[in-house]
């Protein structure tokens, strides 16, 4: 191919959740295009080259570039056929001229769309900025495609043809749509692997006690909606019903095929399956990635027959999937236990835990509307799932136990989107910083523990991350069964001082309010309690406190439009029982109208009574009041983050990307000729060329070759100003000794610059050059931005307390790319150390605008340079007049995209 950019291999679900591969084209697909060419019908021929008389052969000779070729061709691939097309052309250095094709077959189906967003995607890395297609006015088709696809598109009427224009960059609009789309898609591919309407059991066993036999009792012992097949070479009858030798023996269609064989047979199966038209294959059967390189082979073996013939994959190496609603039924999976119904729905990583998490949800009478077990994710994941629920009425809250992320900023986009409607908690395992990367900069130090990465996009993205199981489980029981508090004031309503003390203080400590209760309620609590009741809150109504005391204070604290949550606490007295207490609380839930969360402390050895829950009413409750207040504040946090507006990722007009990609290819071209070099940090004089292309302040410098050179910079720049050394081991400079600060004058620079130069020789490095630079007043507080391009996460931004003690101090605060004006915001606001920025004992007030805006546009630069590796500003000065870098190292190294 003649293209400067070659994009790389990937998978797409179209809208009915068929899956496709995009990928460049190249010579050996010349015999593959000319017969998708050949099967074109002649209107489509027609339409797309705007004549019958094409030549099919040179057309595949160059779209395969085996004669002369387009710019950049990309194909879209169904096993070994080709069912898409689509390519530009250069018309001038920066404009192309788009066309793509469809199979008959596939139109209709999405994949117009998406081949266009590749090939944008594309041409924008080529520098190619604008696409031109002249498009017949008849073909309905394409003009649909490019009018729909969310790029700003203008259109201009000729006779007998429509000319269409529009910028290769994806917008905020387009990417919305293309991600309404992709949740189509996904929801369509999981629908049918969760409602199928046919299952059969291929490795069926005659007895129980055995995987296969437990999954095919469970799907006829849970009453599937729909015919069970079992499928065992060996057996007539499996489990008192008629089995085949083969899924190709099977009479009807089957929707879904589920795989209990051993590892060494799944292929076989699996051809069987793609053979008969299977959708879906649940693999059950371990021995794939888990296990080393053969085992990835036959992982890789196994999603190449299921991409062939267009069937999805659950696991390998899971423990099945289940579905509670009433219209499926649906238990393929070989748990003992099978969970109740309800409104959870949870994706497990770890086939053992999923065992436990069904048996210890049937205790807490949480009910599951779908349980996926995942395994090695070797095709559908967490994302797809996530996408499916986010519209699915018979799944409230999403619960995810996660050992890896696949695609984590993917993850990070659903989540955001559907975070705002539904909750979503997360127990994510691996917290050690066993595998932190080696770097040496401030922020690849402070980012060096992956999981830090992990819960800032959790952060972002609203998920709920819990430390342990246990309170996983609280906060998944609280948003299961009660409302989302709508803010963070808390009543405590108690019959024992120290619980409700030590529940208050959890509280607090977990950035609640526990507000006094106004004297109007106090005057309504004293007509019904004994004078020696506690009326402030936590309302300790005393020991002796019975259910309809307790009723009659829940109806208060109810109505008092000061809270958001209630906490009820008991304790177990000779002269009450917890049984009487549940009626009272019932009663009172039952006679409250206002939507307002509460959860229950039982603090007995009999636990939570079941009155509490009932059908229609279930009150969470906890065995300790810390419990319920941890559980409280992390759904208090949901409701905040879910209620306050999106943050919007900024658009700077003024920027110069194309300068910026020049200047990195000029250094990936000194890499290259350098042979041994993977990467290298950027000169000072291009780390300030680099941000100022995206208007990053940086105080104002030059570099000087020599002392000599270094003292006229100095009388240059004027003022006093800051000498540093310039060498490619200098990276940290305060501890090598090469900086000075606050010099004055052509002299005492060039005196300086000849005694730094002696101190480095002695420590074995030759000072290159010399960086002088303006000394910022002071006044100002030293903050520390940085990045670190992250091979799965992509670049993770990190703002906190900058100068020589950055690690010490370890305040900051990290986000993920892309940056919305609110992340930046939250990012300076919750630091330990904000309030030296906002005016902490008198000082004036810095401008937190400003280095806000430096983050947003350090964030759209890393952005659009996935080469930046790594990135250090440290010292930022802020100061009331603004913020300015002072210092800043750039690591540039080729991009693997």
Known sequence: MST??????I????????????????????????????????????????????????????????????????????????????????????????????????QGRGLGTLLLKRLAEAADADGVAVFE???????????????????????????????????????????????????????????????????????????????????????????????????????????????????????????????????????????????????????????FAETGPAGREMQRELMGIARESGMRVIGPNCMGVINTHDDVRMNATFSPNAPLQGNVGFLSQSGALGLAVIEYANTLNLGLSTFISVGNKADLSGNDFIQYWAEDPATDVIALYLESLGNPRKFARITRRVGRHKPILAVKSGRSSAGARATSSHTGALLGASDVTVDALFKQAGVIRTDTLGEFFDVATLLANQPRPKGNRVAILTNGGGPGILCADACEADGMIVPQVPDDIKAKLAEFLPADAGLNNPVDMIAAAPGESYRKALKLLADWDGIDAII????????????????????ACLEIDREIPMLSVFLSSKGTPDTLKTEGLSIPSYPFPEDAARALAHAVRYGIWAETPEGVVPRYANIRESEGKALIAD???????????????????????????????????????????????????????????????????????????????????KQAAVEMAARIAAQGTTVEKFFVQQMVPSGGVEMLVGVVNDALFGPVVACGAGGTAVEVLKDVKVRITPLTDRDAHEMVTSLRTFPLLDGFRGAPKCDVAGLEELL??????????????????????VRPEGA??????????????
């Open 133 to 287: 297609a002249a498009v017949l006015a008849e073909n309905n088709r394409m003009i649909e495609v490019f009018r729909e696809s969310g790029f700003s598109v203008t259109m201009k009427s000729e006779p007998g043809l429509v000319r269409v224009q529009f910028p290769t960059s994806i917008t905020p609009e387009a990417q919305a749509r293309f991600e309404a789309r992709e949740q189509i898609s996904a929801m369509n591919a999981v629908r049918g692997m969760l409602a199928p309407r046919s299952v059969a059991v291929i490795g069926a066993g005659r007895k129980r006690k055995t995987i296969g036999g437990e999954v095919f009792h469970n799907l006829m012992d849970g009453g599937f909606n729909g015919p069970v097949y079992p499928v065992n070479p060996s057996a007539e009858v499996v489990q008192s019903v008629h089995a085949y030798k083969s899924i190709l023996d099977i009479p009807g269609p089957v929707d879904l095929a589920v795989i209990v064989v051993p590892a060494k047979l799944v292929m076989a199966a699996a051809k069987e399956c793609a053979q008969k038209g299977v959708h879906g294959m649940v693999v059950i059967t371990a021995g």
């Open 11 to 106: 998978d797409v679900v179209l809208r009915d959740g068929a899956s496709v591969r995009i990928r460049a084209a190249k010579p050996t697909d010349e015999a593959a295009i000319l017969a998708f060419l050949s099967g074109l019908s002649d209107e489509s021929r027609r339409l797309r080259f705007r004549s019958k008389a094409t030549d099919l052969k040179a057309t595949a000779r160059n779209w395969s570039g085996v004669e002369e070729c387009s710019d950049c061709c990309v194909l879209a691939v169904h096993g070994p056929d080709v069912v898409g097309q689509a390519s530009y052309d250069r018309t001038a250095e920066d404009r192309a001229e788009v066309g793509f094709t469809v199979a008959d077959a596939y």
């Open 856 to 877: 947003l546009r350090i964030a759209a630069m890393v952005e659009r340079h996935p080469e930046i590796a790594e990135m250090d500003c440290n010292p930022v000065i």
């Open 667 to 749: 250094v990936l071209a000194s890499l290259q000729k350098a042979g041994n070099e993977k990467s290298r940090w950027l000169l000072p004089d291009e780390v300030a060329k680099l941000l100022g292309c995206y208007g990053v302040p940086m105080a104002a410098w030059r570099l000087a070759a020599t002392p000599e050179e270094a003292g006229a910079a100095a009388a240059e720049i004027g003022g006093k100003v800051a000498l540093k050394g310039v060498a490619p081991k200098l990276i940290h400079k305060t501890e090598a000794k090469a900086v000075v600060l606050n010099l004055s004058g052509a002299a005492e620079v």
């Open 4 to 9: 400067s950019y070659s994009p790389r291999d």
């Open 884 to 897: 300015v870098i002072v210092d800043a190292r750039i690591r540039i190294e080729a991009s693997q995209e």
């Open 568 to 587: 009820i606490l008991y304790v177990p007295v000779l002269v009450t029982n917890s049984e009487e207490i549940a009626a009272g609380v019932r009663a």
